[in-house]
């Protein structure tokens, strides 16, 4: 039997996925159990249960490997990153409590204790405690990974489809190597079977400037819309303008630094094979169709709603 934490949201529902189809039993750590299924009850949801280690302990047993994706994006409604890092601190003490024989845990390309972005320095942070909790172990780095769920990507062909100008944040030339969501998946699992604790990065094949992407993404979903180069304070102002419309926050203030940083590039071979260029050929007439809200997803979810509150279109094909 397999964990994987998450297994009813973006990444971790690839891993659980690909783990069904190879025959795996899936279990999930979830924080909303309740959440629309689309495994149609293949995968056993159970609460991650932070406060109460002894059940959380009891949801682990028998796992062979832990898949963690637990992590918050930004902080909000009384989420915050150093509580975030002490439930994975909770989790890990379980999972070795409980037996299991390894944990995969997904990060991020170039975590760093001493940067002035949490997100990131609660990544590193969560590391030192993967590698620290006295269990085999692998660290995968995804850059930004794209895909059926996305939310950036899908976001930013959303605002193109519906407004005649997108703000090119501060020129645009920082890059970015996004990763497809199902390579990410397989070398998760890879490096489950890899002999001896790793570290590796998860990025595609492809480096792309964020200014060359948004127009990729514009050519194919909105040709008319212009790209319009503003600075960061506008574009991010007007960002903070329609997430409060939407009820969302679209990008903050340190997500873009880490853009602009050139965080999600990967200075490793990348791993991933899957080209940005031709997944975007194949799903462009679904993509930005409906707005994905981090907010929705995570902070106001409600039981009585609809499942494309938080689960994504399929991609075509699927
Ligand atoms: N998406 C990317 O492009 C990307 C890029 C680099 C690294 N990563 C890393 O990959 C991992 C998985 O990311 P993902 O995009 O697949 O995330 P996700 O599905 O949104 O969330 C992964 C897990 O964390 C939980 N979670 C997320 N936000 C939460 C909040 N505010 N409060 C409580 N629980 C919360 C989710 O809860 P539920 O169980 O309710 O879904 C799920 O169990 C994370 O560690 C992330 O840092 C992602």
């Known amino acids: 039997m397999q964990v994987v934490t998450g297994a009813f949201g973006y990444i971790g529902r690839e891993i659980a996925r690909q783990l069904l189809a190879q025959g795996h039993t ?4 979830t924080t909303h159990p309740e959440k ?3 495994f149609d009850g293949e995968v056993e949801a159970r609460p991650y249960d932070f406060d109460n280690p002894e059940r959380l302990v009891g949801h682990l047993r028998g796992a062979e490997v832990l898949f963690n ?10 989420a915050t990153f150093a509580q975030a890092n002490q439930n994975t601190r909770t989790l890990l003490a379980a999972a070795r409590q409980a037996g299991v024989h390894k944990v995969v845990h997904i990060s991020v390309t170039h975590p760093d204790l001493a940067s002035e972005l949490p997100y990131y320095r609660g990544k590193a942070r969560q590391e030192m405690d993967v590698a620290g909790c006295g269990l085999p172990f692998a660290i995968v780095r995804p850059t930004l990974v794209f895909g059926r769920g996305d939310i950036l990507v899908n976001n930013i062909a959303w605002l193109l489809r519906r407004f005649p100008v997108f703000p090119i944040f501060g020129g645009g030339a920082y890059r970015l190597q996004p990763v497809h969501v199902a390579d990410l998946g397989r070398i998760a699992i890879r490096a489950a079977g890899a002999s001896g604790d790793a570290v590796w990065d998860a990025a595609g094949p492809e480096i792309l400037a964020f200014k060359g992407m948004v127009q990729m993404i514009r050519d194919r979903v909105s040709p008319r819309t212009w790209l319009v180069r503003s600075p960061p304070w506008l574009g991010l102002a007007l960002g903070r303008l329609i997430g ?6 679209i990008l903050t203030r340190a997500e873009l630094d880490g853009l602009r940083q050139e965080k999600l590039v990967s200075n ?4 991933g094979t899957t080209l940005f260029s031709d997944w975007l050929a194949a799903n462009a007439t679904v993509l930005g169709r409906r707005y994905a809200s981090e907010v929705a997803r995570h902070f106001a979810w409600q039981p009585d709603e609809p499942p494309g509150a938080v689960l994504a279109e399929p991609e075509e094909g699927d």
């Not at 409060?244 to 926050?249: A, I, K, N, R, S």
């Open 26 to 29: 899936v279990r999930t750590v």
């Open 244 to 249: 409060l419309l939407l009820g969302d926050v």
């Open 268 to 271: 490793q071979p990348p791993l």
């Open 36 to 38: 629309p299924d689309p």
């Open 69 to 78: 994706t637990y992590w918050i994006r930004f902080a909000h409604g009384g």
